[in-house]
């Protein structure tokens, strides 16, 4: 008698294959810079398939991807950045660094990335990723001559926006780790410990209120986690 081992094949095969199948799925993301900034038109490159998405106007997108799979994020003037995915990721939020200099700034409004170039021009970054804090003695050391526009005063103050008033003052603010602080906490704070400073200007800064007026200075420190 011969042996049937057909449907047992097929029955394998299915199995296999609809197994296959249940492990890809579709993930939704957007992605920003500045936190809040969308970038529109940024690609993003599903590893196991090479498949390559746009973001759209929102600065949103959709994917197919694999259980386990790395997607990488790019756009020009912009940091590329990698993201690893598991099972149970269903929405990814990317928050790419613009590279340090002027011509960054140019491709990212130039080629359309992002939308309001004004407001992209309201900020400037610098991460402990971009240059070496720990080579700097102090944080005034660090900050001078690093953003354009920006002055440290005899007093310690950080000017942004240019000397408003003889009698009111012109110092901007500074927030520590989502906290508004006095500026002489400038004086204490040591480089090596910081992992990013932004500095928003213009219209970006009224989210502070009143004591954003002259530009803020927002600083964030490492964390235990962090290198």
Known sequence: MKTRIFPVFFALFCFVTVNSFAQQRFIQGIVTTFDSITIVGAEVMV???KEIVKTDS?????VKVDG????KISAKGFINQNVKLDEKTKLVAVNLKLKAGEK??????????VKDGERLNALAQMTSDDVDFSQYTSMYDLMRGRFAGVQIQSNGDIIIR?????????????????????GSVMSTLVPSQVKSINVIKDGSAAIYGARGANGVVVIETKKGTDD
């Open 68 to 71: 386990k799979d790395k997607l």
């Open 58 to 62: 929102l600065g949103q997108f959709k």
């Open 162 to 182: 240019g000397i408003n008033s003889i009698n009111l003052s012109s110092a901007a603010l500074i927030v520590v780790d989502g906290v508004q602080v006095d």
């Open 47 to 49: 590893k196991s398939s």
């Open 104 to 113: 960054a700034r140019e491709y990212a409004i130039g080629y359309g990335y």
